[in-house]
């Protein structure tokens, strides 16, 4: 089995996991940064985590891996390839998670809900409300990464590589900007004042 200390190892080398003091996308400040894309370009890791992942769900007798596009897809596939079975994605079309581009599934049909990083639970939880829609049957959801400390509710049981309890707060309550310390926005690489 893969333990969560190598999966958060194989992010720090890849550079998907930084620590220091982050606004995210959602404007809260985090002393975690992840960017699963940074381990996922590299095939061998992501084909180590999706076999630690086919390995809880083997007695499932999953037939599809489903994943919210675009974060999904990678790991999604990998799961699909470990477990011997199709891999397909939900996008969201003004605003709502869908199947589309021809991608069916049956009725009663056994999928298996893949996301790279669950953070609240949001993408995965429209995923499995997609495929319940579309009739199929959620056996189950899986991330590489769970940053909701095990909070998240998804609805139907769920695993995760490793799990972080990492809090995103305001910055009017963060810690290090009481500090003064510069809070980074990755992607870019200037500093942003923690007046902003
Ligand atoms: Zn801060």
Redesign the pocket.
Known sequence: MLGAGEVLESFRRTGALLEG???LTSGL?STVYLQCALVLQHPPEAERFGRAIAEHFRVERVETVAAPAIGGIVIGWEVARALGVRSLWTERVEGRMTLRRGFQVRAGESVLVVEDVVTTGGSTRETVDALREAGARVVGAASIIDRSGGRADVGVPRVALATLEVPA?A?AV?????QG?P?VKPGSRKTVS?QQ
């Not at 963060?174 to 009481?178: G, I, M, S």
């Open positions: 003091h982050f606004v400040h707060v910055p963060c810690t290090q900007c009481a310390v809070a923690s």
